[in-house]
């Protein structure tokens, strides 16, 4: 079935990098979303990828995929006490296609 | 051009009373999905809705809940005979016709769910 995982925290001290790591099932995934969600909020897409690229970078964001081990990454860079935040990865088949969410990682930004 | 709009943005139910959470979606837009996010959980897939028509319903429960897109207004989840299993937070996301399938989806801001 499809599953995906992630690691529940991650602490990081602020201006350093942080990097989010996720892991999924289906090889039919097309594409892989980065969410992110702050307290009591919604989810704000951050970035997405093909599953056809290995990499996207995006301002502070990189994401990198590697295919072969269904291995995704969310790095971001000088990270912010504002990135304090749950990050969820999640992939679909593409198109008008329901979303697969992993279980989110709580990023904490620490002076 | 605003974004999808749900409410109530909380909802107080006792058990067994009943539970409707409305969600607009953005302009344009025609499809509509509903999640749900138990405590300390990712986001779970509910149910996946055109105008007037369920195209997938395979993460809803089998009993109590239902989802409708009415050809007029908003998308209605609804949850009869409500228990404390159910508090959560219920999200809803639209996307627009399938002209790409780069289309993503759009979240609204939830429906935080609490049955005493």
């Known amino acids: 079935g499809e599953d995906v995982e992630q690691s529940l925290f991650l602490s990081v001290r602020e201006g350093d990098s942080s990097v989010i790591n996720c892991t999924y099932t289906d090889s039919s995934s097309t594409y892989l979303y980065w969410y992110k969600q702050e307290p009591g909020a919604g989810l704000q897409l951050l970035t997405y990828?093909?599953?056809?690229?290995d990499m996207k970078q995006d301002q502070r964001l990189t994401v990198l995929l590697n295919k072969k081990d269904k291995h995704l990454s969310l790095r971001i860079a000088d990270t912010q006490t504002g990135d304090s935040a749950i990050y969820f990865c999640a992939e679909s088949e593409g198109g008008p296609d329901k979303l697969i969410f992993g279980t989110g990682t709580r990023l904490q930004v620490f002076p | 051009n605003a974004g999808v709009m749900q409410n109530p943005r909380h909802l107080v139910r006792r058990r067994g009373q009943e539970a409707r959470l409305r969600c607009s979606p953005m302009k344009g837009h025609s499809h509509v999905y509903w999640y749900r996010q138990l405590p300390e959980e990712g986001l779970k897939f509910m149910v996946y809705?055109?105008?007037?028509?369920?195209?997938?319903e395979s993460g809803m429960p089998k009993e109590r809940f239902s989802a409708e897109f009415p050809k007029e207004g908003p998308s209605i989840l609804r949850i009869q005979q409500v228990v404390r299993g159910d508090s959560a937070a219920y999200f809803c996301a639209s996307s627009p016709p399938v002209i790409s399938s780069t289309d993503t989806q759009y979240f609204g801001p939830g429906t935080r769910l609490t049955v005493l």
């Open positions: 809705l055109q105008k007037e028509n369920i195209i997938d």
């Open positions: 990828i093909f599953s056809n690229m």
